[in-house]
């Protein structure tokens, strides 16, 4: 198997899939939060503001999703096929409801009556707070498993199963990690009373994010099987969850300072570590099948070919450092405060 | 309903609603160009008018078109996995390439586009609208080259047996230029830039039966006038060739374009027509071997027709591709001749004098769009019965694992759903063009003013 810096291709293009899903959940993780907070705001001109406030930054931080959705076709495509058709109902539900977001964003301010305004609120505030939840209940499912047979063959349930207790819990810490996220931004982007109210409803963002951690990190602890194993076996790794856990404890700290910035640096840590951690704890494995280990799927049976990883791997090379310098200019250029002008949603 | 036919019709309602917008960003982004750089090159402030009018229109296409498009980068997984595992070799590397070097340059400088007028020095503004139109040139890049290795399967090896079997790249540069990739590629473009300049075309011909903008929206019609005009005419040398790769590369597939079944004979061209598919006939009117002389120069000639190939090889609903491509086909002859009349006028100098002209183009916006939407009806359902050309066949291509009742639950809320956001952008289309570029009213000689 060829190899670049002693990694091999699948193991490069998994850290690849790692990064672009943690950098959609950390920007995408802000935008999303922010919405979740939307109906606790609750003049007009706060919602504006807002939504504002992830304007011009939004569409671009979708990409990451776009990116790494492909990124996962293209080098896992089985895992792609796999998980996709096997979690059809809760990612129809998703993509469903963004492009309710997307509505809402272009349209809510595109009329001054109340009721339209109050009814995209709504719109606006459900998806994104869905959002957030059903990307938890997807991942909560991954770590469990799913019942997976000969060849990938997927025979679970179809319909509601993807509803089950500890999805539940992983769905609800995503959607608090989200909110403390969004509200972190939303105060760095805001002044005046609106930044006063923020501040008030991140500590219950913090307390929300705390309690169901808490309770998921016992549940998974308790009832997932074997998860420290591979902790025992190399337990330098055991620096992934201490990371995480000080990061968790570091928010609360920089937030009662009122540094925003650094703030906001941590919580996003705190998702970069807490999935790193998922990622090691699975790896080699991508989706683990109850029936029995062999019929898992893995980097190894799930990934493209040696030539094409190759190609991919010289496409990202290429093409990361170019995202980067785009993203640097647009973060710059409307960095600061929001203000609104004749441009504005 | 089965599953299969259920996807099928699924992928169609939603892919025929997201080719809605892409190819209207991309039009109407090269004439934003186009008013931007005069706007920048003579200073003449209805120019900057005109970007910034478009430019509101552009943003709420675009944004649908991202939203939509969203939902096909998945869709392939949802619903047809055992096509995903096995072209995800090969897709997903200008799936990837798309993502990284076309949808992260136009999704970035989008929000400058639209929100950084006021921040950013004219030079950086016109450079993010350059960006975020190559960027939509790029996407249909990779996304056509995708589609093209299903119609002309290139640089590739098939690995494996049954359910594991996978087409695997052997030669990136011989996939992205598979035979019938170029020509698509231009053609694609050539639809998207008409689909622009004719909905500019319509709102500026609308203002000027309205007598209001009367001076920007003549320069407007002028300058997309010209865009359309050249770009119907050389569609016409990308649709030509195209055709001659299919003959080459799908002739059971140029065969249903015609309705032509006879194992070897010479081939008519039809005008328009109806295709029997019992009877083997078509009634209509047609120039007898026209086809044989466009492909082969010579009315004589032998085309194979359907009947030369497996009864399980050929499309089932060959008068439907026939019917999708003779409309694209109407619809491109009827722009060629609209645009020549209309530059002919411009060229005596009465073009802004006949009114009907005015009030056909005020409805033309209609005309690139069904056309689009109707070539790729007949690219795709001539490709039938292969979703993969020679390889995979659609009915073993969907996610085996979905049942029907999961894919009529989606169905039903995706035509909830675009039914909704379908009113939404005619709505905001006419709202945004109701109330024009600026409030005349308040200001009565604001175009006096800049000139």
Known sequence: ?345 | MDTEILARIQFAFTVAFHYIYPPLSIGIGLIMVIFEGLYLKTGKKQYEILTRFWLKIFAITFGIGVATGIIMEFEFGTNWSVYSKYVGDIFGSALAAEGLFAFGLESTFLGILIFGWNRVSPKVHFISTIGVFFGSMFSAVWIVVANSWQQTPAGYHIVGEGLSARAEVTDFWAMVFNPSSVDRIIHVWQGAFLAGAFMVLSVHAYYLLKGRYVEISKKAFKISLVVATIVSLTQLVSGHSSADGVAVNQPAKLAAMEGHYDESAAADLYMFGWVDDESQKVTGLGIPGGLSFLVHQDFEEPIQGLNAFPKDEIPTQVNAVFQFYHIMISIGMFLIGLTLYASYLWWRGKLFEKKWLLRIFAFSVLLPQIANQAGWFAAEMGRQPWVVYGHLKTSDAFSQEVSANQILFSLILFFVVYAILFLLFLYSLNKKIKHGPYIEAEHPDEFLKYT
């Open chain 1, 1 to 345: 198997m060829e190899t670049f810096l002693g990694i091999d291709y699948p193991t490069l293009w998994y850290l690849v899939v790692g990064l672009l899903f943690s950098g959609y959940a950390i920007l995408e993780g802000f935008d999303y939060g922010a919405g979740a907070w939307h109906l606790f705001l609750r003049k007009d001109l706060s919602r504006r503001v807002a939504i504002n406030a992830i304007g011009p930054l939004w569409d671009a931080n979708q990409v990451w999703l776009i990116i790494g959705g492909g990124a996962l076709f293209a080098g896992f495509p089985v895992m792609y096929a796999t998980m996709l058709s096997a979690m059809y109902i809760p990612f129809m539900l998703f993509l469903m409801l963004l492009v309710l977001r997307s509505a809402s964003i272009k349209f809510r301010s595109a009329e001054e009556m109340t009721w339209w305004r109050k009814t995209w609120d709504i719109i606006y505030f459900i998806s994104n707070t869905l959002i957030g939840f059903l990307l938890g209940v997807v991942l909560g499912n991954v770590l469990q498993g799913f019942e997976l047979h000969e060849n990938f063959e997927y025979k679970g349930g179809i319909f509601f199963s993807f509803l089950n207790p500890y999805a539940l819990m992983v769905g609800f810490t995503t959607l608090s990690i989200f909110m403390t996220q969004g509200a972190i931004f939303l105060l760095l982007k805001t002044e005046g009373r609106l930044h006063d109210r923020l501040s008030f409803l991140l500590k219950k963002g913090m307390i929300f994010f705390i309690i169901s951690f808490a309770i998921t990190s016992l549940y998974t602890l308790t009832f997932l099987p074997g998860v420290t194993d591979k902790f025992k076996e190399q337990p330098v790794f055991f620096i992934l969850p201490i990371l995480a856990f000080l990061a968790v404890a570091n928010v609360p700290r920089l937030v009662s300072k009122k540094k925003y910035a650094q703030a906001l640096i941590f919580s996003s840590l705190i998702m970069a570590f807490l999935l790193m951690l998922v990622a090691f704890q699975l790896y080699p494995v991508l989706l683990p099948s109850t029936i029995s280990p062999e019929y898992s799927v893995t980097i190894y049976n799930a990934a493209s070919s040696q030539k094409s990883l190759g190609i991919m791997l010289t496409i990202v090379l290429i093409g990361a450092p170019l995202l980067a310098a785009y993203f640097l200019f647009l973060y710059k250029t409307f960095h600061g405060k929001v203000k609104l002008d004749d441009t504005s949603y």
